[in-house]
């Protein structure tokens, strides 16, 4: 099992730019969740879908933030347009649904706006 | 959703037995108690998790008090790998929406 899969790794990008953050979920899970870290906010959660149907987006900070699941085994998290206060660590996680000792996080992506 | 309440920061000896506190003295009764930690730079890992019973598996022991308001995590034989911050959480479940809410967490600074 490979785990949870996020790219890229690290991206630094100019302000103004789209950024498009991907993630590929554990086979079987239902359940995945896009988080941010940051040293004053800690780890907040954006956004998390069930069988690929958004659930609760109530973290997401703007109009500016979207995410999508087009299929099990694919998400994105897309900035447009990107400013230096999105520079963050963002993860993914997955997890069997209705289970939360099931999480299971990607390396995540490190993420700079210059 | 019940909030939880950890030291900031601890220190152990390597070897010793480490011992996490947790308050969450407004738990509701179906909220279960779940322990995550996050090693520098990874994603948070998943530790163990109760409802009221004394739990154990082979990372760590979790004691939960009898009224529920408060939890210990307990890391046996503590080493320099278990150098993290540990996050107490209480699962909230809301009209469906099923999240994991982390906190700011208690940093674990195992020394030689």
């Known amino acids: 099992d490979a785990g949870v899969i996020q790219s890229p790794r690290h991206e630094v990008t100019e302000m103004g730019q789209e950024v498009t953050l991907r993630c590929k979920p554990i086979s079987g899970h239902n359940s995945l969740f896009w988080y941010r870290q940051t040293m004053m906010r800690g780890l907040e959660l954006l956004i998390y879908?069930?069988?690929?149907?958004?659930?609760?987006d109530s973290g997401m900070p703007e109009d500016r933030f979207s995410a999508k699941m087009p299929n099990a085994s694919f998400s994105t998290l897309k900035i447009q347009p990107s400013e230096p206060r999105d520079s963050a660590v963002y993860f993914c996680?997955?997890?069997?649904?209705?289970?939360?000792?099931?999480?299971?996080f990607g390396s995540g992506t490190r993420l700079t706006v210059v | 959703d019940a909030k939880t309440t950890q030291p900031t920061s601890m220190d152990c000896a390597e070897g010793r037995a480490a011992n996490l506190p947790c308050n969450h003295s407004?738990?509701?009764?179906?909220?279960?108690v779940y322990w995550y930690r996050q090693i520098h730079s990874q994603g948070p890992q998943y530790i163990i998790h109760g409802l009221k019973n004394n739990e154990t598996n082979e990372m760590a022991s979790l004691i939960i008090t009898e009224d529920r308001k408060s939890s210990t995590l307990i890391l046996p034989h503590a080493t320099l790998r278990d150098t993290a911050v540990y996050y107490c959480i209480v699962r909230s479940r809301q009209g469906g929406s099923e999240k994991l809410v982390f906190g700011k967490g208690t940093k674990l600074t195992v020394n030689p």
């Open positions: 996680a997955s997890s069997p649904r209705g289970r939360g000792y099931g999480y299971t």
């Open positions: 879908f069930n069988n690929n149907v958004p659930i609760d």
């Open positions: 407004t738990i509701s009764g179906n909220e279960y």
